[in-house]
């Protein structure tokens, strides 16, 4: 088994050549990804404006690797059909953003995709911690989300730890994911606190190498679980 079988990879588009999705994520397939992670902003919640069903279904024709959809958009059960009908494997919402998260939950589990929910750096766990054994995926955000090749904010690293204590103690299935500044020289540290989804834009989709080597560098930074 490799050292990081266990780790998953998966390479945020938003770093990529918006001009060659489907080029750009099939050499993230073929060299390895687990996921291909879906950055989709609104301009409300976050000060950036992105993606809709429309790219994602567009990358559903075109590959089978799950489709991680990370929405940052205020109302998200306004576009929860809408992302499952386009081809989405998991749905992310940000905790920040629910009015009624249990609602928005169980709203992306009967549309038959699998659930996540996201914590801004400054959220705590028990904003989520009721929810824990309804969702798929906890995502912790290592940046406040809007942006990519942002630095990593060190000072999540505890929270991730308590989430992998707290995620094992309660035995529970919950993949857990980090998301910003994962790069070779971070990676280790949140790997080591428990994360096993890494989401990385900028450190794959960049001008200094091709995918297939950023991922290879990447992947061999992870530790030995
Ligand atoms: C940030 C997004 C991230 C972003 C990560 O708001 O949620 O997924 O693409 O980019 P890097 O890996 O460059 O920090
Ligand atoms: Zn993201």
Redesign the pocket.
Known sequence: MPKDARVKLSP?I??ADAAAFGEQVGQAVAAGADYI?V?VMDGHY?PNLTFGPMLVNALRAKTDIPLDV?L?IESPGDFIDAFAKAGASILTVHVEACTHLHRVIHQIKEAGVRAGVALNPGTPISAIEAMLPDVDLVLAMT?N??????SFIPSVVPKVRKLRALLDELDLEAELEV????NTSTVAQVVDAGARVL?????IYNDRESVADAMARLRSSIPSL
């Open positions: 945020s938003l770093s992670h950055d976050v990370h940052m940046v989300p809007g942006f990519p090749a942002q998301d910003g500044g994962i989401v990385a834009g900028s450190a």
